[in-house]
C-alpha cells in the first residue's frame, strides 16, 4: 500500500503539459489540472502519513489498539480501515484524549 501510494503521489506532483500549442486555453487547462493534481497529493500524502504512522506502530507492538482507551481495535474495523486510530466504541463518541 505504502508503495502505491508513493508512486501515485510522485506521478500526481509531476506538472500536466498539455503541449506547445499557443493559446490561452491551454494555459488554463494546464493550470487548473495541475491544481487538481496538487490537491490529490495533498490528500494521498496525509493517506501516506497515516500508513507510516500504522508501519511505526507495528514496529512497537502498539498497532490496532485505540488510542483512546487502549483497548484492541476489532479486526473487521482494520481490514476496513488499517490506520484506525480509535476503537469502534470510542469512534461512536468521537472523543479523543490528549
Do not use: W
Not at 48 to 69: F, H, P, Q, W
Amino acid at each position: 500500500m505504502k508503495a502505491s501510494l508513493e508512486k501515485e503521489v510522485a506521478r500526481l506532483e509531476k506538472p500536466a503539459d498539455f503541449g506547445d500549442f499557443p493559446g490561452n486555453e491551454d494555459e488554463m487547462d494546464e493550470s487548473a489540472q495541475n491544481y487538481n493534481q496538487k490537491s490529490a497529493a495533498a490528500s494521498l500524502r496525509e493517506e501516506l502519513a497515516d500508513v507510516d504512522s500504522a508501519l511505526i506502530k507495528m514496529e512497537k507492538g502498539t498497532y490496532g489498539r485505540c488510542k483512546n482507551c487502549g483497548k484492541e481495535i476489532e479486526e473487521k474495523v482494520l481490514d476496513i480501515s488499517p490506520d484506525s486510530h480509535l476503537c469502534r466504541e470510542c469512534n461512536k463518541g468521537n472523543v479523543v484524549k490528549s
